[in-house]
């Protein structure tokens, strides 16, 4: 039900998109009503003008070669360390004198940190500590039995439990209303997730990420509003929307949750874009020294831009696709600079290789729209 009113709405967008003639506009807002928070996907890359090829906010060029993608010891210099993150839902208030309210109470929140921690693995630009202790104790319990106490002190030895480089508490309101005249009526549920990323040791409250607040209502989870439209006879209910059955009720907050997850997961993308430095262009085509392992997505748009003695120069936008340790991608637009213009003429008659101290990169923008599609 989420999934095809989330991808509904990026195909509209995106039928629409045109080419901006103002101020460079990398990423687009797919529209929700009710006041609802609304997620952000990058750009198509042939949907740019060249007033949009410019760097985006948040990237970090500085220190690349001294990464070696070893996930157990990454150089701490290095700006594509992924950083190790653990998840908290620790307010769980609920508001509201609508129906069915006491089902709303039940919703646990360790499940709502389970599916944010699963989404945020997958994106291979942080690595995430489980709070699923009930799963981690069985397999430990399990290896113990088959593989003896010494195989299991060995592998313990061998591997230390992570500490997270900071924590993201998010804290939850829940509410509930019921309109209805005489014996129909409609029910409203919104769900609102604030977060805020702390230094564990230091207990600072960090300005970055910034993912804010996210507001979720119950009629963008559903294809028609009818859907929540109810009959109550005596204060009870008799059909429609079934707020008195707890397992409809959780269902429907489990939805707006995943809406809200998808929202987080496109601010923290923009916040923490995915970088690679370009090995050649040859033509349109380029290549990259990073891919998966460094987080860059399936479609991934990427500004490709020249970095020399702390000045960025951009050259144009790609269209990037990962392998696991690698990408290539085909600049889709060329800057119209003097710059851009005398790197495809050389990349036109053979392979262009930066030299003399410049290098060349690409940054990532936002969250592809194939992946909202594919993989939420």
Same mark, same amino acid.
């Given at each position: 039900?989420?999934?095809?009113?989330?991808?509904?709405?990026?195909?509209?967008?995106?039928?629409?998109?045109?080419?901006?003639?103002?101020?460079?506009?990398?990423?687009?807002?797919?529209?929700?009503?009710?006041?609802?928070?609304?997620?952000?996907?990058? @750009?198509?890359?042939? $949907?740019?003008?060249?007033?949009?090829?410019?760097?985006?906010?948040?990237?970090?060029?500085?220190?690349?070669?001294?990464?070696?993608?070893?996930?157990?010891?990454? $150089?701490? =210099?290095?700006?594509? @360390?992924?950083?190790?993150?653990?998840?908290?839902?620790?307010?769980?208030?609920?508001?509201?004198?609508?129906?069915?309210?006491?089902?709303?109470?039940?919703?646990?929140?360790?499940?709502?940190?389970?599916?944010?921690?699963?989404?945020?693995? =997958?994106?291979?630009?942080?690595?995430?500590?489980?709070?699923?202790?009930?799963?981690?104790?069985?397999?430990?319990?399990?290896?113990?039995?088959?593989? =003896?106490?010494?195989?299991?002190?060995?592998?313990?030895?061998?591997? #230390?439990?992570?500490?997270?480089?900071?924590?993201?508490?998010?804290?939850?309101?829940?509410?509930?209303?019921?309109?209805?005249?005489?014996?129909?009526?409609?029910?409203?549920?919104?769900?609102?997730?604030?977060?805020?990323?702390?230094?564990?040791?230091?207990?600072? @409250?960090?300005?970055?990420?910034?993912?804010?607040?996210?507001?979720?209502?119950?009629?963008?989870?559903?294809?028609?509003?009818?859907?929540?439209?109810?009959?109550?006879?005596?204060?009870?209910?008799?059909?429609?929307? $079934?707020?008195?059955?707890?397992?409809?009720?959780?269902?429907?907050?489990?939805?707006?949750?995943?809406?809200?997850?998808?929202?987080?997961?496109?601010?923290?993308?923009?916040?923490?874009?995915?970088?690679?430095?370009?090995?050649?262009?040859?033509?349109?085509?380029?290549?990259?020294?990073?891919?998966?392992?460094?987080?860059?997505?399936?479609?991934?748009?990427?500004?490709?831009?020249?970095?020399?003695?702390?000045?960025?120069?951009?050259?144009?936008?790609?269209?990037?696709?990962?392998?696991?340790?690698?990408?290539?991608?085909?600049?889709?637009?060329?800057?119209?600079?003097?710059?851009?213009?005398?790197?495809?003429?050389?990349?036109?008659?053979?392979?262009?290789?930066?030299?003399?101290?410049? #290098?060349?990169?690409?940054?990532?923008?936002?969250?592809?729209?194939?992946?909202?599609? $594919?993989?939420?």
């Amino acid at each position: 039900m989420l999934k095809k009113i989330l991808v509904s709405a990026i195909l509209a967008t995106l039928v629409t998109g045109c080419q901006s003639t103002g101020p460079s506009s990398q990423t687009q807002k797919i529209i929700v009503k009710n006041k609802a928070s609304s997620a952000s996907i990058a @750009k198509n890359a042939y $949907n740019f003008s060249d007033d949009d090829i410019t760097v985006p906010a948040y990237f970090d060029t500085q220190g690349l070669e001294r990464c070696t993608f070893d996930r157990q010891k990454e $150089n701490e =210099g290095c700006p594509l @360390k992924k950083p190790i993150v653990r998840i908290y839902f620790d307010n769980n208030s609920t508001a509201g004198k609508g129906k069915g309210l006491e089902h709303v109470k039940q919703v646990n929140n360790l499940e709502l940190v389970k599916m944010l921690e699963n989404q945020l693995a =997958g994106l291979s630009r942080f690595r995430i500590i489980t709070r699923d202790d009930q799963a981690i104790g069985q397999e430990q319990a399990t290896y113990l039995a088959e593989q =003896g106490a010494s195989a299991y002190a060995k592998r313990a030895a061998q591997q #230390k439990i992570l500490a997270p480089d900071f924590i993201v508490k998010i804290d939850t309101t829940k509410t509930v209303d019921t309109f209805y005249a005489q014996t129909s009526g409609v029910m409203d549920y919104t769900l609102e997730m604030t977060s805020a990323v702390i230094d564990p040791f230091t207990k600072e @409250k960090m300005s970055h990420p910034n993912i804010g607040k996210i507001r979720v209502k119950s009629a963008d989870v559903v294809n028609s509003r009818d859907e929540l439209n109810v009959v109550i006879v005596n204060g009870r209910y008799y059909s429609g929307f $079934n707020f008195s059955d707890p397992l409809v009720v959780q269902a429907m907050i489990s939805d707006m949750a995943s809406r809200g997850f998808d929202i987080f997961l496109t601010r923290m993308l923009s916040e923490m874009p995915s970088t690679a430095q370009v090995l050649g262009i040859k033509g349109d085509q380029l290549s990259l020294d990073r891919g998966q392992n460094a987080g860059v997505l399936v479609d991934e748009t990427m500004v490709i831009f020249q970095y020399e003695a702390g000045f960025v120069e951009p050259i144009g936008v790609a269209k990037v696709t990962p392998s696991k340790q690698s990408a290539s991608g085909k600049i889709v637009k060329w800057k119209n600079s003097n710059l851009a213009k005398s790197i495809k003429q050389q990349a036109g008659s053979g392979i262009f290789r930066p030299h003399n101290g410049a #290098k060349i990169f690409a940054v990532s923008v936002g969250t592809p729209a194939s992946f909202l599609e $594919n993989r939420t």
